[in-house]
Structure formats: C-alpha cells, structure tokens
C-alpha cells in the first residue's frame, strides 16, 4: 500500500519519554511539499508531487492509483508525456505492410494530423482537443470520406496508446465527439456508346485499357501491369497477378489491392481485342522491383505501354492519356463519373443486368468483401417488384379467389 510523504515535517521520538512530535525537514519551505510514493503493479516504485497544501489531492491521487491497480486500470502517470508523433510512428510498423499503403498513411499524418497533434503528449489530448481539430478540418472544406479516414488514423492512433497502458481512455469515443460518417455517392454508369467513343479517341497503344476495364473490370494499375502470359486461352479467364504502382516515388510490380491475386472470366471478343493489340503492339519486357524500391527485381512482358516501352504512372496515364481521350472526343470531362474507375463500374453494370450475383462480382472485381460490392451497386441490382407483383398474382390475382368471393 502506498503512503503520503510530507517532505516539509517528520516525526521524531524523544529516547526517553517516547513521545512523537513533529520537527521541521532540512528541506522545509523548499520544493513540493507532498510526495505521494506507492508501487506499480510490477512492483516498481513510482511517486509524484503536490505543493503545499494539496494534501487532499495527494490523497486522491493514491486512492485513485490503488483503486486502478485492484482493477487492472493502472497506468503510469508519466507515460502519457509521449508525444503523440511518437506513438503514431510506432502505431504505423504494425499497419499494412504494403509500402505504399503506409506511404499513404505517413502523408496524411504528416499534412493533416501532425501539425495539430504531433507534439502534443498523448496523455494531453481530451475530447476538447479533438474536437477543436474536427472544427479546422469542417473549415478546411475537406470531404466527409478525406475527414472519416483521418479521423480512424488519430482514434487507431489513440486505441494503441490505450493498449499501451499510456492513457486510461481514448478520448475519440467521448460521447461529446460527432464522429465524421462516410458518404458512398451512387455510382455514375456511363452508356455503352460512351465506352466506345473513348476506346476511339484514345491513343492507340493503349486502346485496350477499354476492353479489359470494361470487359474485365480491371483497375488501372492492373491494367498497366498486365502481361500476355496472364491470359489463358484455353480456359478462357484472365489470371490478375500483378499491378503497376509508385511507392516512395518509384514505379513497382506489386499484389493488386488487397494483396490477392483473383481470376476473371474471358469473353471472347476481350480475348479476341487482346490479341489484334498484341499484334499491332507488340508485348515490352520491362524489370522492376517487386513491392518496393529495394525489392527483388522482376521481369514481366507488358501489353500496354507508350512508346519505346515508356511506362506511365497511374497520375501521369490519367493526365496525359485519358484526359487526352476525352479531349480527342469531344467529351467534357466530369471529375467524379468520368475516372477510369467508370470502366470497372460499367463492368459492374453489365454483370448485373445478367443476373450474376454479388458475389461472383466481388470475386472478379478483387472485392474481400461482397457487402462492399453491394453497397457500392446496390442501386444497380435489378428491381425485383415486378417478379414480386408476378409472384403474388399467383395467390392472389385469380377472379374466384376466395376473398374477392366472401
């Protein structure tokens, strides 16, 4: 059990007549009065301080570090000075260990969590805290998805302080913290004669970037790091193996999202696209790391490059050579429908519309979740009313069914 020491007085007993009476320390008047001294639950001795005439909160304090220590709550007082950059850098080793994925996080801790959060001690941060930084971001303008993925880095962030034994509580899940809530817009198909007239315009080497996004629903990168040898013709499917992506800068063969590898069927007028491209564009070997900068070098024929074997990063293929499909066209670009994302999306369409379930579509669209697939197509699933109205009419629509009757 731990104690309150009063640093200014001690207790003396007279040799003789035994009696105890209080004397002033050599240290009387100087410093903090108080020191409360226990044991922490791995029996280490801790203490903290409290000037003259605080005695009561010293007491507090002690009944509180007892208390915490019988329930399993404790947590050392100084821990919570850590800086909280300094608990997010270690957060972070425990993330994806995709390099770009946690390029991703570094950035936007840097640009949006850091400046507000970054040298505050963890155990200084309440839900005021947080919730003045929520006010700059609603300034800021920023999306509600930008503001709920920055928003579950800081509340991860502080989940780990809490495991840690750094602080008691994560000051996120206050009841007075409005947390931001994502909004999944409907999904903007495009008309097949738009498909078409992009896959015209668009520069020729890589006009099969149209059949195999809306053909395969292939994303970009997929799209860029796609070889010949991943197409199998006898089976007619398409094995995804890779991506093309940039981390830290540098283009890399990587997983595709998610880090797993699928199969997507093969039509045969995608096959057939594949292989008049192949023939007027002949495959490029091209070498790069795996994974990342440093990673093993890896060697795949790519069906889709500019010339001489240029390679495009994703950003770059969208400036230079979607965005000049669109101009070729005649089109006006429409920043949130007119993404490459707007080929897996007719794919998607497509799909549906045949009846192929949602979960078959989130095998071929490389989604781990089918519940994701669905609420991002929800609205594209064939209403099933009239099959319901069909159905009913069954029990129901005859003439001499017995409640008409009655």
Known sequence: MGHVQDRWWKEVEDPVTKKVTKVKTSVYGQGLRYRVRYLDPSGVERSKSYPDRQKRRADDFLLEVESNKLEGKYVDPKAGKRKFKTQAENWIKAQSPDAATREALNSRL??????????????????????????????????????????????????????????????CKAKTIKRPTSVSPDIVVWPEDRVLEIEGAIEPRFAIVCPLGAGCGLRQGEILGLSPDDVDDAGMVLRVQRQLRVVRGQLVFALPKGGKRRVVPLASGVLRAIREHMRLFPPVEVTLPWKDPEGDLVTVRLLATGDGGRLYTGDLFHKVVWLGAFREAGLIYRKRADGMHALRHFYASVLLSQGVSVKELAEYLGHSDPGFTLRTYTHLVPSSHERARLAINGVFGSQNHGLEAA
């Open 110 to 171: 840097e640009s949006r969590i850091y400046p507000h959060f970054g040298e505050l001690p963890v155990g200084k941060i309440k839900p005021a805290t947080v919730r003045e930084w929520l006010g700059v971001l609603e300034q800021e303008r920023l999306s509600e998805n930008y503001k709920t993925v920055l928003f579950t880095i800081v509340s991860s962030v502080m989940d780990s302080a809490v495991e840690d034994k750094l602080i008691t509580e994560n000051p």
